[in-house]
């Protein structure tokens, strides 16, 4: 049998696709709706996301789920003249977002004088559960190389590996025209990354 | 078995990908270094992706606890599956879905199930819609394929329109041009006919309801508002493109639906609305304040036979609109059809209304729509495509070479996608330097859509490459696609794979499997490699003879010294040896080597090359008479680019050498088709109706050959062949001295000397055939077998010629591969002799 055609490419297709842009324009415009349909698109990637992330410490602080939550409907609230070309640009915009939050939330923290207890701590507590996972060096390794990649490489990575999309959920976000090809692409982005950690020495 | 290397890494990050385990020490096996060391930092990867799949899924979607805005995928209406939602209403959501009997996509509008109780007004609604949506059958009205109740909710589904509406074009993409703006409007026109001729009132036409479709096609969408003409029910659409006199309180007419067309009209031709307003009041009053003042004001932009046509249509009295949307449409098309000729749309000049010119445009467009009925243009699909030269935005005759070299390379590209139909190179060269309009462009090259751009090299910095794109569809001036792309030399040869798939996409086709993974290719190269590779592909785009040819030898060369594991240009030098050996610009058997060597070569590197098939195909055929390989080769050539008109009139000659005429006049059309302005393609149709002895057919061919070029000595040659065959031998003489100006070839002077002896002058023809092989004997060669045996028979020595000939099939000399259908040998045809060697030829 044959298999379900995907999505074309270029994203608000068929009857009134209510696409990220479209969303976006109508949140700004004061549509609680659109609001909520952005917070509930983004809010379980970026969760899952945050929970390999962040460093065990930080999550202790504060219930990662709700600084993800805060982040998210500050972001989008405050989202502005953000245009981005393709769902994986917003992904990639909320992450930065939320690292941003959770630095602000170190800061603070720190002027608290947790710093002390922080380094007295297990290293491993200090540790992300990636870094426990695959060790500090491999992860700085991963980390550079997944930056020198091209953003839309980057992002695929990051799609299909970190936040979990199946093929389908990154062809409608990054726009490639079927599931095939989104599979196609993320493992080219993975080969891509390996030659860059390669090239890291 | 391990497979090769750069793949072994390949799939395992496809494993990676998909998280299917990994026998990382075994895969790893055998492998060099590098390759080692690529997979270890994949198992990297591999731990990340592991550490997140290990984290609890419930976890992370709790608290997402609107079921309906998951993520797409799995749930099922009746036979559908639900993909994803597309839009969301009031009552209904919209998903896009996958019909499971009929394995098709399609939209279902899924009335909402809030659970509690059932909503028997929007139950009643929407399958309304379906009843009014089922009496419409039009090209630009959107489809319904059904409507049922399943476990309680009520859907109709209709087929999936891929696309944008015209209100998210214009408001991304900034206004229509006025003919496109035009176009749309008249197609909206003609749907909106249907729709009264159906009894029905549509309503609510807005351009948030019209979607163009990728490959051009507009469709009306959305009959929730519909009703039956002359019914009074209340008032629904949206204010802003309500006619004044409903907005008023009226009743919808054939006429408001008119004024709604209108205000579609005006808004894609300005961004905006004939009469703005907030609320419902304000609406009204700026109404009627227009009706005291003058009509609408559209900028001086907009042709003055559009700006009439919106405003008969915007007339504030509906008796002063147009009668019906036929009319309408009839005075749009008249509009929009080119009032002076050869006259280009930004040209207009701003209009000032006065009485004479507006009587001018109706008297025209009478006219026009009195023309119109007899008027039917067939649409040519937007996937048959041409790629216009690449201008090079930089100086220098390298940066143009270049650009043709990029030109070609990605025309080649996009021939190896099935679904689109691509005019060759050779066709496209003559609108190279042109003010040609891209719609002329198009319609003589018989294309539904067109690509053009430039391409600049910033060599100041680090070889930068820089090309700007437009993907044009053709009669519409729209842009389906526009990208720049800045790349490092050696990665260019993988962007133009990049910028396949993106126009592919762009004029709404989709690639298969395998051409998604050959165009997905990301290849990187030695920048000098690729930079001589493309100048290589640039010199032989020129239709270059004889020793024309090395320039582009000596840069695939270079290119191969600097990236030796570059398939490309093995294969390209294989094509170029095997045109030196034809051309007699080297040995017969140094060409057949060298071709050979590289052909093979360029196949161990990439055996999906269409190029190096080809050029196999060639070796096979001319050097080594295999007849069967040859034929696979082409066809997997053929296979892999259905477009290539190069490889498709090779694939012709070798089949009409083997006698299959009509198989070879068959492919030689679809390559001519492929090839409208190629001299060797129409070079290749003459060829084969002078073997089918159709010799009238084969000189219009060849002669129209020689108008596309006059300096192409093959057609010359061919055409003299012509007269010869006609028993014109004092033309066919004259014919070959013009060949002979522009390539003095050993076996075309034989040919001069064998016309000669035909006329009766076989004196001067023993003459010139010694002074030939004094000249050939200095330069230590001696005339093909062939062609002495040509001129034996020429000279009545039958006996010597057929031994001649005997012996030049014994050598496999290429010359005879066609002698089973040459005219030049039928007066030996009937020799037992000869019937033997044909019978040696081996063909199949």
């Given at each position: ?201 | ?412 590209k996009?021939?190896q996608v ?79 794979g990049?910028?396949a798939r ?9 690639l298969n499997g395998p051409e998604a993974t050959r165009l997905s290719r ?84 990439n055996p999906d090359l269409p ?29 892999l680019a ?203």
């Amino acid at each position: 049998m044959r298999q379900p055609p995907d999505k074309p490419e270029d994203g608000p297709a068929g009857v009134g696709i209510a696409t990220t842009a479209d969303l976006l324009q109508r949140a700004r415009l004061g549509d609680g709706d659109a609001l909520n349909e952005l917070y509930s698109r983004y809010l379980p990637s970026l969760r899952r996301w945050a929970r390999g992330r962040l460093p065990q410490w930080t999550r202790d602080l504060r219930d990662t789920d709700d600084v993800v939550q805060e982040t998210l409907v500050q972001s989008l609230k405050h989202i502005g003249a953000f245009q981005p070309r393709h769902e994986g640009a917003l992904q990639a915009y909320l992450r930065q977002a939320l690292v941003n939050r959770v630095r602000d939330e170190v800061r603070r923290t720190t002027r608290r004088g947790v710093a002390s207890e922080i380094d007295s701590r297990h290293p491993d507590e200090a540790a992300s559960p990636l870094e426990q996972a695959i060790g500090s060096e491999a992860l700085a390794r991963y980390e550079s190389a997944l930056q020198r990649l091209r953003a839309e490489e980057r992002e695929l990575v990051i799609a299909r590996v970190e936040l979990g999309l199946n093929y389908q959920q990154i062809a409608v976000s990054h726009g490639k025209p079927s599931a095939d090809a989104a599979r196609m692409a993320v493992s080219r982005a993975l080969v891509r990354l390996a030659e860059e950690m390669d090239d890291a020495g | 078995m391990q497979a090769e290397p750069q793949r072994e890494v390949d799939l395992i990050a496809s494993s990676v990908a998909d998280g299917s385990s990994i026998d990382w020490e075994e895969r790893s096996a055998g492998l060099s270094s590098r390759e080692r060391r690529l997979i270890f930092h994949l198992r990297i990867v591999d731990a990340v992706a592991h550490l997140y799949r290990s984290l609890p899924q419930d976890e992370i979607d709790a608290g997402d606890d609107d079921e309906r805005s998951a993520a797409p995928a799995g749930p099922r209406w009746g036979r559908l599956i639900l993909l994803d939602r597309i839009g969301r209403g009031a009552s209904a959501d919209v998903f896009r879905a996958w019909d499971v009997d009929l394995e098709r996509e399609v939209a279902l509008k899924l009335l909402v199930d809030d659970g509690v109780m059932e909503d028997a007004a929007a139950n009643a609604r929407l399958l309304r819609e379906a009843r009014r949506l089922a009496r419409i059958r039009h090209s630009h009205v959107v489809q319904i394929h059904g409507a049922e109740r399943h476990e309680g909710r009520i859907g109709l589904w209709m087929e999936f329109v891929r696309g944008r509406t015209l209100a998210d074009i214009v408001q991304t993409s900034g206004v229509l041009t006025p003919a496109s703006a035009a176009g749309a409007c008249a197609d909206v026109c003609s749907a909106v006919t249907a729709v009264h001729a159906a009894g029905l009132l549509h309503r609510d036409i807005k351009a948030q309801n019209v979607i163009r479709e990728d490959d051009g096609r507009i469709v009306l969408m959305d009959f929730g508002a519909g009703a039956e003409i002359g019914s009074r029910p209340s008032v629904a659409g949206t204010p802003i493109y309500l006619a004044p006199e409903v907005l008023a309180g009226g009743a919808a007419t054939v006429a408001s639906d008119i004024y709604s067309l209108g205000v579609l009209l005006f808004f894609l031709l300005t961004g905006r609305y004939p009469v703005e307003g907030s609320s419902f009041d304000a609406l009204l009053e700026r109404h009627r304040a227009r009706q005291q003042s003058d009509a609408t004001e559209l900028p001086p932009s907009v042709p003055p036979a559009v700006a009439a046509v919106a405003a008969r249509a915007l007339q504030p009295n509906p008796a002063e609109r147009f009668g019906s949307t036929a009319a309408f449409e009839a005075a749009l098309r008249g509009a929009i059809n080119p009032v002076v000729p050869g006259r280009a749309a930004s040209t207009w000049r701003p209009w000032v209304a006065t009485a004479a010119m507006t009587l001018m445009v109706s008297l025209l467009v009478a006219t026009v729509a009195n023309r119109r009925t007899e008027r039917s243009v067939p649409v040519i699909p937007a996937t048959a495509i041409a790629v216009l030269p690449l201008q090079a935005a930089s100086d220098g005759p390298e940066a143009s070479i270049i650009a043709d070299g990029l030109t070609d390379e990605l025309i080649a590209k996009l021939a190896q996608v099935q679904s689109l139909r691509v005019t060759a190179h050779a066709s496209v060269r003559r609108f190279r330097h042109t003010d040609h309009r891209i719609d002329e462009i198009a319609s003589q090259l018989n294309v539904g859509s067109v690509l053009t751009g430039s391409v600049s090299i910033d060599s100041a910095s680090d070889s930068t490459v820089h090309v700007n794109l437009r993907l044009i569809r053709a009669g519409s001036d729209v842009d389906l696609w526009s990208q720049h792309f800045d790349r490092p030399l050696g990665n260019v040869v993988a962007l133009e794979g990049e910028i396949a798939r993106a126009v592919t996409r762009g004029v709404g086709a989709v690639l298969n499997g395998p051409e998604a993974t050959r165009l997905s290719r990301q290849p990187q190269h030695v920048a000098r490699a690729e930079e001589a590779y493309l100048q290589a592909r640039g010199y032989l785009a020129q239709n270059r003879h004889g020793d024309e040819v090395r320039p582009a030898i000596d840069a695939l060369q270079q290119a191969i010294a600097a990236d030796p594991d570059f398939a490309a240009p093995h294969a390209e030098l294989a094509r170029a040896y095997v045109l030196l050996g034809f051309d007699e610009l080297m040995p017969q058997a140094d060409a057949y080597a060298l071709a050979k060597r590289e052909a093979q070569r360029a196949l161990e590197l990439n055996p999906d090359l269409p190029d190096a098939h080809t050029a196999l195909a060639d070796i096979s055929f001319y050097y080594e008479w295999d007849w069967v390989g040859a034929e696979g080769s082409y066809r997997q050539a053929l296979a892999l680019a259905p477009s290539d008109a190069r490889a498709r009139s090779q694939y012709a000659r070798m089949l009409s050498a083997a006698g299959r005429t009509a198989e070879a006049s068959a492919e030689a059309r679809t390559a001519a088709a492929a090839d409208p302005f190629s001299a060797d393609a129409t070079l290749t149709q003459g060829l084969m109706a002078y073997y089918e002895r159709r010799y009238d057919d084969a000189a219009a061919m060849l002669q129209r050959a020689l108008r596309m070029d006059p300096r192409y000595p093959g057609a010359w040659l061919t055409l003299s062949r012509v007269a010869e065959a006609r028993g014109d031998f004092a033309e066919a003489g004259r014919l070959i001295d013009r060949a002979l100006t522009i390539t003095s070839i050993a076996s075309w002077r034989a040919d001069r000397i064998r016309v000669r002896a035909l006329t009766g002058d076989r004196e001067g023809a023993r003459n010139d055939l010694s002074q030939l092989q004094r000249e050939l004997a200095a330069r230590n060669l001696t005339l093909d077998l062939p062609h002495e045996a040509y001129i034996d028979l020429a000279l009545g020595d039958i006996d010597g010629g057929l031994n001649r000939l005997s012996d030049a099939v014994a050598s496999r000399d290429p010359s005879v591969l066609w002698m089973a259908v040459d005219p030049r040998l039928d007066a030996v045809r009937g020799d037992a002799r000869f019937k033997a060697m044909v019978a040696r030829l081996g063909r199949p």
